[in-house]
């Protein structure tokens, strides 16, 4: 029973260390901080959604921002039609975690669900008309941008040893 459970431990670490490195992939690639991905991931079940959508909004919010920096009128308009400015007062882009508490919270202050859906697919894309943005949470949480990026280097370093030793067989 020891061996079972040790195993079934190991296995659970080692889940946890890859779940952190996708993570601080989507992190590295959206410019939105991890724990704040974390947080977002994890509400949205609550929101009528599944975790692994939120690669998917995160990406899109993440393209939709982008668009809208170089001037895509349709992705410009759909942050204005919201409230929601992609730049400062100087012009620069702002960062992709602040923008998504926004429009989180934009979204949620929405009291009619028709007008909420079609402006939250036109953020976030066809995977957001079915969230209740009233329960999504994407707060951040420096403590657990911390533990990812220390889980990320564990990864790493598994992934250099696997490396080695299939290169040593």
């Given at each position: 029973?020891?061996?079972?459970?040790?195993?079934?431990?190991?296995?659970?670490?080692?889940?946890?260390?890859?779940?952190?490195?996708?993570?601080?992939?989507?992190?590295?690639?959206?410019?939105?901080?991890?724990?704040?991905?974390?947080?977002?991931?994890?509400?949205?079940?609550?929101?009528?959604?599944?975790?692994?959508d939120?690669?998917?909004?995160?990406?899109?919010?993440?393209?939709?921002?982008?668009?809208?920096?170089?001037?895509?009128?349709?992705?410009?308009?759909?942050?204005?039609?919201?409230?929601?400015?992609?730049t400062?007062?100087?012009?620069?882009?702002?960062n992709t975690?602040?923008?998504?508490?926004?429009?989180?919270?934009?979204?949620?202050?929405?009291?009619?669900?028709a007008?909420?859906?079609?402006?939250?697919?036109?953020?976030?894309?066809?995977?957001?008309?079915?969230?209740?943005f009233?329960?999504?949470?994407?707060?951040?949480?420096?403590?657990?941008?911390?533990q990812?990026a220390?889980?990320?280097?564990?990864q790493?370093?598994?992934?250099?040893?696997?490396?080695?030793?299939?290169?040593?067989?």
């Amino acid at each position: 029973i020891a061996g079972t459970a040790a195993t079934a431990f190991v296995g659970l670490g080692l889940k946890a260390i890859s779940l952190a490195d996708d993570l601080s992939d989507i992190s590295d690639a959206t410019g939105i901080a991890a724990g704040a991905l974390n947080n977002f991931k994890n509400s949205l079940v609550d929101a009528g959604g599944k975790t692994e959508d939120f690669s998917t909004l995160a990406a899109k919010l993440n393209q939709n921002v982008g668009d809208a920096a170089v001037g895509n009128e349709k992705a410009q308009q759909a942050f204005r039609k919201l409230g929601v400015f992609v730049t400062d007062a100087g012009g620069a882009v702002r960062n992709t975690g602040d923008i998504l508490r926004d429009a989180i919270a934009k979204l949620a202050a929405i009291e009619n669900p028709a007008t909420r859906a079609a402006m939250a697919v036109d953020i976030f894309g066809k995977t957001a008309n079915k969230l209740d943005f009233t329960k999504l949470n994407a707060a951040n949480d420096f403590a657990k941008d911390e533990q990812v990026a220390q889980l990320a280097k564990y990864q790493t370093a598994i992934d250099a040893i696997s490396q080695s030793v299939s290169n040593s067989l």
